[in-house]
């Protein structure tokens, strides 16, 4: 299986008046997401299902990419805000794989610092921060089917947004 | 400083009478690089220089980035043919930096499984074989000005080919 960890586009700063959980994507952040999902698109992926983190701009995020059928379904999980339990997503993973045994590819919308933090957690079972996650780039990791995956996954891709022209 | 490791394009198999250093690229590993290379110029990259090992492969995936404009001066270096020695090619880079205090960015044309490998020491100081490089793939590094490269570079890209569009 593969994981998709794509972090949201640019958004508003928060204020006095709107809370980190309600900052919205700007018009370059929706700009600069829908090419992402262009180019996608263009490389006929589809996801099984797009799991978001409940922040709007997360959710936003997520409508992009379903708006350019890079998937049919969605659902928000709350683990993938900040602050969210890794061991929590992985469980709803491993579920998710036991009851779709012929899910391919699976895309998860979330935040800085976490999804780099998890990458690395899932590739080396060590945290370096030596992940540079740009908003709205994407790290493509393989999943394994037999092992745990803390430690076991593989790194295919880490791409800003810049780089799908 | 950016460091690009660049891994040659696919290349014909070596025979009884083809040696691995004169392995050439096909018609397919000209064509996927030439687009890799034309992406990085649409980017508006330039290198301040390309190293390359002396492998024919190498050498040929070199001269297509040349051909697209992406710089204007190339090197062989022994050290990035495969078991070439990463201090070899560190110490050559840091000659270079001090050499030309304004270098922004440059190249290095090697193989598999170095590249990934000593791009995991550049990060990690350990190896994981955890970084997946197609050919005419790229791993893109900050390296650091004030300390020492090993364990302490940031992974900006890995990029294989079939995502440049």
């Known amino acids: 299986m593969e994981i998709y960890l794509i972090r949201h586009g640019i958004a508003v700063d928060s204020t006095a008046d709107l809370a980190d959980a309600d900052r919205w994507l700007t018009k ?7 090419q992402v999902a262009s180019s996608l698109r263009r ?7 797009i799991l978001a983190s409940p922040l709007l701009r997360a959710q936003q995020t997520a409508d992009l990419l379903i708006s350019k059928d890079l998937s049919a379904k969605q659902e928000i999980h709350a683990d993938l805000a900040p602050h969210g339990s890794l061991d929590s997503w992985i469980h709803w993973l491993q579920d998710y794989e036991r009851t779709h045994p ?5 895309a998860l919308v ?17 945290v370096f921060h ?22 076991n996954c593989q790194l295919n891709w880490l791409i800003p ?4 022209l």
Request: net charge positive; with cysteine.
């Open 28 to 34: 370059q952040g929706i700009k600069k997401t829908l």
């Open 43 to 49: 490389l006929d992926l589809e996801f099984d299902i």
């Open 102 to 106: 012929h899910a391919q590819r699976l």
């Open 110 to 126: 979330g935040h800085e610092p976490c999804l780099s933090t998890w990458a690395e957690m899932l590739l080396f079972n060590q």
């Open 130 to 151: 030596r992940l540079h996650l740009k908003k709205a780039g994407i790290i493509a990791l393989d999943w394994p089917t037999a092992t745990h995956p803390i430690g």
């Open 161 to 164: 947004p810049k780089c799908w």
